[in-house]
């Protein structure tokens, strides 16, 4: 089945420090894929897709591309702030059917300042 | 952009009893919903999946007695949690998506908490 490998948090970074985070998928078809980011306290938020390979998805600094080849969607950010604390989800879409979401486990990212 | 209500925010009640929670888009006609379960510092898992005016779907080893979920019309769904247990804390998260996109849209949650 469809299933999201994200890299284990957690990650503490100071402020302005260059961010990655991994994600990889196994999945068949060709799925969109999402990087979505939940706040303390609040619901998820769509943070950046991409819908097909070789697509960049990129919003807020934050850039992910979506490789076909490695199976990958990683999440970068040049220089953090303390208001990216969050945690982050990597997600794709089911191609057909309900096109239903699945999420990896999240990275829960924390910025020092 | 799109909303997505959910209401009540959080919910204490005792076990056994029965609690209700709503789910509205707010600027859009939801063909379908989808309920999830957030366990602390872990990730969403599907509940099920709702079409308006049909059953739910819902996923493998969720009860659907337990979980009664009613799509009735385009812009609200409701889930509720039957004969409340405590491990039925969680928080639940609805998210919502029209008929000509596939992105879904995030309610903010509802916390609940059997005593």
């Known amino acids: 089945g469809n299933s999201v490998t994200q890299m284990e948090g957690p990650v503490t970074l100071s402020e302005e420090a260059f961010l990655t985070i991994n994600c990889t998928y196994t999945?068949?078809?060709?799925?969109?894929l999402f990087w979505y980011v939940q706040y303390p306290g609040e619901g998820l938020q769509l943070l950046l897709k991409?819908?097909?390979?070789?697509d960049k998805g990129s919003n807020k600094g934050f850039e992910a591309t979506y490789r076909k080849e490695t199976t990958s969607f990683h999440l970068e950010k040049g220089s953090v702030q303390v208001s990216d604390s969050a945690v982050y989800f990597c997600?794709?879409?089911?191609?057909?059917?309900?096109?239903?979401?699945?999420f990896g486990q999240g990275t829960r990212l924390t910025i020092n300042p | 952009g799109a909303v997505v209500s959910q209401h009540p925010s959080r919910v204490i009640c005792k076990s056994g009893t029965s609690v209700k929670i709503e789910c509205r888009s707010l600027?859009?006609?939801?063909?379908?919903m989808f309920w999830y379960r957030q366990f602390p510092k872990q990730s969403l898992m599907l509940m099920a999946t709702?079409?308006?005016?049909?059953?739910?779907?819902?996923e493998q080893g969720v009860e659907k007695d337990k979980f009664l979920i009613n799509h009735a019309s385009l812009t609200l769904s409701t889930l509720t949690v039957t004969s409340a247990h405590p491990e039925d804390s969680s928080f639940y998260i609805c998210?919502?998506?029209?008929?000509?996109?596939?992105?879904?849209?995030f309610g903010p949650g509802t916390r609940l908490t059997v005593t």
């Open positions: 998210s919502a998506r029209d008929g000509q996109h596939y992105e879904q849209y």
């Open positions: 600027d859009f006609q939801a063909t379908t």
């Open positions: 709702s079409n308006e005016g049909s059953k739910a779907t819902y």
């Open positions: 999945a068949t078809g060709y799925p969109s």
């Open positions: 991409a819908t097909k390979a070789d």
């Open positions: 997600a794709l879409s089911e191609v057909q059917g309900a096109q239903k979401l699945v």
